[in-house]
């Protein structure tokens, strides 16, 4: 973000075009995800990630053909850092893989990405807590945030997310 209420070129330019919206539409719902990321604010977040996911058309035959937790990897990935967060994805530790990170001034955001015929939530929940996902944050001075995600398999986007418990 450039300053209040405006976002960069990149912002301007990536997000109306991979949800194929006005500039005008995305911006609100985009304004509002950045603001409610940088607040901790996932209930609201999340609400607006839904919507931003949900316009991103299946036709794409790139995106078509690649696995189905990918691509909403590259979606969600690729919002995230239009919005100027940083975002790391598939970082490896001694424990496992974790799918994303995405770190806001106040926060790091830890998601497990699970489709629902994968196990969705609870899967992802179990997985973070098994393998410690947050333990390489507990050092830094932001609230870390795990996310335990669950994403529609047949590509209708976002279906829900739940924080689970820091002290894993």
Do not use: C
Not at 105 to 130: C, D, H, R, T, W
Not at 150 to 164: R, S
Request: glycine share 4%; no cysteine.
């Amino acid at each position: 973000m450039t300053h209040e209420g405006t976002f960069s070129v990149p912002s301007r330019v990536v997000v109306p075009a991979l949800t194929m919206k006005s500039n005008s539409e995305v911006v609100s719902a985009q304004s509002f995800l950045r603001k409610m990321m940088q607040d901790g604010n996932t209930a609201e977040a999340k609400k607006a990630l839904k919507a931003l996911i949900a316009d991103v058309p299946y036709s794409n035959k790139k995106m078509a053909s690649m696995d189905m937790e990918e691509r909403y990897r590259l979606i969600m990935s690729t919002i995230f850092r239009a919005l100027g967060f940083r975002v790391e994805v598939e970082r490896m530790l001694a424990t496992g893989r974790i799918d994303m990170i995405v770190e806001v001034p106040s926060f790091i955001y830890v998601l497990e990405l699970k489709l629902s015929n994968n196990g969705g939530i609870s899967a992802a929940e179990n997985q973070m807590k098994e393998k410690s996902y947050t333990e390489p944050f507990k050092a830094d001075k932001r609230k870390v945030i795990a996310l335990a995600v669950e994403l529609d398999e047949t590509g209708k986007g976002l279906i829900d997310w739940k924080e689970v418990d820091e002290s894993l």
